[in-house]
Nanobody, 125 residues
Framework: QVQLVESGGGMVQAGGSLKLSCAHS????????IAWFRQHPGQEREFVGA?????????FADSVKARFNISRDNANKNSAHLQMNDLRPEDTATYYC?????????????????WGRGTQVTVSS
């Protein structure tokens, strides 16, 4: 089992930044893909971005590609971060951290075995 805990959510004005963190513990894999998804009220969960491999390869949804970044914590191998810049009101959602054994990545929620409980991000205009 892998346990995931998100932190760093909150409220910010449009144009501002937030950094979310995902701490994972439990069973370790030689490679672990960490992804972020978000869910707007009444909508399905959507892919935001993912990080995988020892090199920290990343992939992002087109809607956030130029504004968000994902990184692994080199000092703490069991954490990953989602840096969100130039936030917009439409980025308001509950953000979830998800994990699956690597290598590779997916934008499909069903491919991820483990999920955190989510953290709320609210962007005011």
């Amino acid at each position: 089992q892998v346990q995931l805990v998100e932190s760093g959510g909150g409220m910010v004005q449009a144009g501002g930044s937030l950094k979310l963190s995902c701490a994972h513990s439990g069973r370790t894999f030689s490679t672990l893909t960490i992804a972020w998804f978000r869910q707007h009220p009444g909508q399905e969960r959507e892919f935001v971005g993912a990080v995988w491999s020892e090199l920290g390869d990343t992939a992002f949804a087109d809607s956030v590609k130029a504004r968000f970044n994902i990184s692994r914590d080199n000092a703490n191998k069991n954490s990953a971060h989602l840096q969100m810049n130039d936030l917009r009101p439409e980025d308001t959602a509950t953000y979830y951290c998800a994990a699956m054994p690597g290598p590779g990545w997916s934008r499909v929620t069903d491919h991820y075995n483990y999920w955190g409980r989510g953290t709320q991000v609210t962007v005011s205009s």
